[in-house]
């Protein structure tokens, strides 16, 4: 009885969801490694999730329809079945009639959704929690601080690459020193894509297209969490996307999302050191 917006991450889950469901019965016998969705790599990984479960591949790209397009293209090309690519904040691209964001195909998939799951007395809303429920909750915060000039940005992401003290996850050639923990969370890896490195790849070179022109970090954490951060391309924002998910439910996401999110701010962004000004809710 009450509206719910959803999330970018959301209604990738219903798409992904409503993808899958009209392949696998259109397939019912055929092996799904030949299937692919992609996400940018700000998006969350509940796609990632999926694709583990249900024996597709899933890839991520840099942030943009461009490297989604192409990626869908390459897949295309190489003999796969791209059945959804997505960013974050609201943008959806399905099947391969064109390889660009689509904002009119998607209507009309979502309408053929909903009236699907409608005339079997379901919501939307309840293959979202369905969605969740198989592959785990995945609880994002994406947000973002204005930040007036580049000598901020550089001054940010210039600390979490010198790194002090002997709690520092180093890059294989000892250029650059990054934070071994956040506040009281672990870091497991770091993927610098300003710099080229991925401290998780076994010879610590990035896998995705370096960008020298922009800055890029992600943490991923021993919990599993992931945190990026990264300054806008468009707007002075500094903009950061943290990611948790727990297999018990909802409301422990939530918990641990907020507490590392704060441990983020407080600890990597440190705003008040910056003067740096909080969106306004």
């Keep these: 009885g ?17 993808t899958w469901l009209k392949w696998r019965e259109a397939h019912p016998e055929e092996d799904a490694s030949k299937c692919v969705m992609i996400a940018s ?7 990632k999730a999926m694709a583990e479960t249900e024996g597709f591949e899933f890839r991520d790209t840099l942030t943009g329809f461009k490297w989604m397009g192409n990626e869908a293209i390459k897949a295309v090309n190489d003999g796969y079945t791209c059945l959804l690519a997505y960013e974050v904040e609201i943008g959806f691209l399905i099947g391969d009639t064109s390889f660009d ?3 009119v ?14 005339e079997r007395g379901q919501t939307v809303l309840d293959r979202v929690r369905a969605f969740y429920e198989r592959y785990g909750h995945f609880k994002m915060v994406n947000s973002y601080f204005f930040c007036d000039n580049a000598a901020k940005f550089e001054s940010v992401f210039g600390q979490l690459r010198n790194a002090q003290g002997e709690d520092v996850i180093t890059t294989y050639d000892g250029a650059v020193r990054y ?13 610098d894509v300003s710099c080229g490195y991925d401290t998780k790849q076994a010879d610590g070179k990035l896998v995705l297209p370096q960008m020298t022109d922009a800055h890029m970090l992600t943490f991923t954490f021993e919990n599993g969490a992931t945190a990026t951060m ?4 468009t707007e002075p924002k500094l903009k950061y996307y943290v990611e948790c998910c727990s297999k018990e439910s909802p409301e422990a996401a939530e918990a641990l999302l907020a507490d590392m999110t704060k441990e983020l701010i407080e600890n990597f962004i440190v705003p008040s050191k910056y ?5 306004k809710e």
């Design 179 to 191: 934070p071994g923990s956040c506040g009281k969370y672990k870091i497991a890896s770091v993927r």
């Design 105 to 118: 195909r998607t209507a009309a998939a979502f309408y053929e959704c909903a009236n699907y799951w409608n």
């Design 41 to 47: 790599t700000v998006s969350s990984k509940h796609l």
């Design 2 to 18: 009450q509206w719910v917006i959803l999330t970018g991450n959301e209604i990738a889950a219903v798409f992904a969801d409503w």
């Design 101 to 103: 964001k689509d904002g």
């Design 275 to 279: 003067n740096l000004i909080p969106k």
């Design 230 to 233: 990264r300054n806008s391309g």
